[in-house]
Each structure stands twice: as structure tokens, then as C-alpha cells.
């Protein structure tokens, strides 16, 4: 497109959802309400960790970042989401586009790795119980972290550059209640090739090698317990992975139903549905998962809770 024809980009509308405008006020309430449910969770998963040094293992390091990613991947797309229902002009700047496309990517992407670091440490934890201190040292769980930040900021910032390099022109709504990486290239007015291969190829690295890592560590953790079968070996099995795999069966199942499913003539309906499945919904319930199915957390909420009352009465 010619220059002097070409118009600059300022700002982006975002659609929102697909909600009537009398059930709006409803909507807003129920989204604010489970916003907070994923800040408050979330919170105390980390405190309990934090405080309770029972919990000051490899696992649950691991859990404590997972809920600081959610958290923050929650708190990416949600308060714009709220404030946008509330608003006449639901628009986002282009720079701050940008930015929430950056960390959607980068807290989407760190949820991934962690995934397969905990599998990793399950794994450990079943198959070579004697050897679990030696493995999962202090040294290995701080180089996993470390590994996963640092390509989850390589990743994130990749898809930024790149997508800050296209030139948008006149059409600015994007349908969807946050800037999605797909519905912006829809946008583009400049060539999109680049985008698309990196997207093909890092899209592969980044979520169907961790999801095949996963699988792997859980089809060795079910031979090892088949090899000596007892009741008290899947037992333990379940209470010490069945947390985990719901996570996992939560998280990759709306990512997978979103991008490998075929798309349906409602598909901007379906990707809207299932995008505030893994932004919204997975994040709230990963919580209630770790701490309803997990004995060591009640345990430790029991502790702090006695160790305040104790404090009151002294």
C-alpha cells in the first residue's frame, strides 16, 4: 500500500464478548467475582509455601511460581476486560496492545514450563524415591526456574518485535476481548509470512515438546508402579500426581480444543469461550485443585492457622 494512502494505527477496539447488552451487568459481576477468586487463591498458595517450611521442597517452588504465573496471566487480560464492560469506547492503545500481547505470551508460556518441570519432579519422586534429594537438588529446581523465565522472555519478546515491525491501516477492531496474536495479524496490512512460519515453528517448541515431555514422564511413572502393582503404590501415585494431571488435562485441553480442533462457522464465538477457559476459568480453579486434593496443603493451612491463634492468645 502507498504511504500517502496508508493510515497509522493508534489504537485498537476490542469487541469484548458476545454478551447481550441487559446481561452485561450480570457478566461483569460473575467475571469480577472470579478475577478475585484467582488473586485471593492464588495469594495464599504462595504465603502458605512461603510460611510453612514443610512446603520448602522442589514441588512446591515449583507450585508457588505456577500460581504467580496465574495470577499474573489472570491480571493480563481481565482488568481491561472489566474496565472495557464498563466503558462506551472499549479501545486499548497500541503500545498497550502490544504490551498485553507480550505478557499473555510470556505468563502462557512460563504456566507451560513449570508444567513440565513438576512432571519432571514426579517423576523423580515415584520412580527414584532413594535418589530424590540427590536429583532434585536446590542447584537443579533454581537452574529449571532460571531456564524457563529466560526462554519464556525470549519467546514472548520474539512475537513482540516481530509483530511490532507490521503496519495496520484503517481497520482497528480486533473481535476478541484482549489483543490475541491471531486476530492482530488478521489486521496487518503488511506481509505476514514471517509471523506465521514463527509462530508454526516456535508454537511446536513451546507447547507440543513440553506436552510430549509430560506424557512421557507420566507413561514412565505408570510402568514403574505397574512393575510392583499394589493398592498402596496407586494410592500414593494418585495423591502425589493426581493434582498435577488435572492441571495439565485443564490447561493443554483448552489449548488444544482452541488451536487443533477444526473451527466451526461460530469460531470467533468459540475462540472468545475457550480463550476465557484457560485466562480465566484454569487459573481460578488450579487453586481449589492443589488445596481440596492435596493433603500437604490443608495440612500446612491447618499449621498457620494454629500457629495464629496460638500468637493471639499468648
Given at each position: ?25 450480570l457478566?461483569?459481576s ?16 504462595i ?14 517452588l ?5 500460581s504467580?504465573?496465574?495470577l ?15 466503558s ?9 496492545c ?25 517423576y ?7 535418589h ?26 520474539l512475537?513482540?518485535?516481530?509483530m ?7 481497520d ?42 509430560i ?22 501415585a494418585?495423591?502425589?500426581?493426581g ?15 482452541l ?47 494454629c ?8
Open positions: 500500500m502507498p504511504g500517502e494512502n496508508q493510515t497509522i494505527v493508534s489504537e485498537f477496539l476490542l469487541l469484548g464478548l458476545p454478551i447481550e447488552l441487559e446481561q452485561q451487568n457478566f461483569y460473575l467475571f469480577l467475582v472470579m478475577y478475585l477468586t484467582t488473586v485471593l487463591g492464588n495469594l495464599i498458595i504465603i502458605l509455601i512461603r510460611l510453612d517450611s514443610h512446603l520448602h521442597t522442589p514441588m512446591y515449583f507450585l508457588s511460581n505456577l504467580f504465573s496465574d499474573c496471566f489472570s491480571s493480563v487480560t481481565i482488568p481491561k476486560l472489566l474496565q472495557n464492560m464498563q462506551q469506547v472499549p479501545s486499548i492503545p497500541y503500545e498497550g502490544l504490551t498485553q500481547m507480550y505478557f499473555f505470551l510470556f505468563f502462557g508460556d512460563l504456566e507451560s514450563f513449570l508444567l513440565v518441570a513438576m512432571a519432571y519432579d514426579r523423580v519422586a515415584i520412580c527414584f524415591p532413594l530424590y534429594t540427590t536429583i532434585m537438588s536446590p542447584q537443579l529446581c533454581l537452574a529449571l526456574l532460571a531456564l524457563s523465565w529466560v526462554l519464556t522472555t525470549f519467546h514472548a519478546m512475537h513482540t518485535l516481530l511490532a515491525r507490521l503496519s495496520f491501516c484503517a482497528n477492531v480486533i473481535p476478541h476481548f484482549f489483543c490475541d496474536m491471531s486476530a492482530l495479524l488478521k489486521l496487518a496490512c503488511s506481509d505476514t509470512q514471517v509471523n506465521e512460519l514463527v509462530i508454526f515453528v516456535m508454537g511446536g517448541l513451546i507447547l507440543v515438546i513440553p506436552f510430549l515431555l506424557s512421557m514422564s507420566y507413561v514412565r511413572i505408570i510402568s514403574s508402579i505397574l512393575k510392583v502393582p499394589s493398592a498402596k503404590g496407586i494410592r500414593k494418585f495423591s502425589t500426581c493434582s498435577h494431571l488435572t492441571v495439565v488435562s485443564l490447561f493443554y485441553g483448552t489449548i488444544i480444543g488451536y487443533l480442533c477444526p473451527s466451526t462457522n461460530n469460531s470467533t464465538i468459540k475462540d472468545t469461550v475457550m480463550a476465557m477457559m484457560y485466562t480465566v476459568v484454569t487459573p481460578m480453579l488450579n487453586p481449589f485443585i492443589y488445596s481440596l486434593r492435596n493433603r500437604d496443603m490443608k495440612g500446612a493451612l491447618g499449621r498457620v492457622f500457629k495464629r491463634k496460638t500468637l493471639s492468645f499468648s
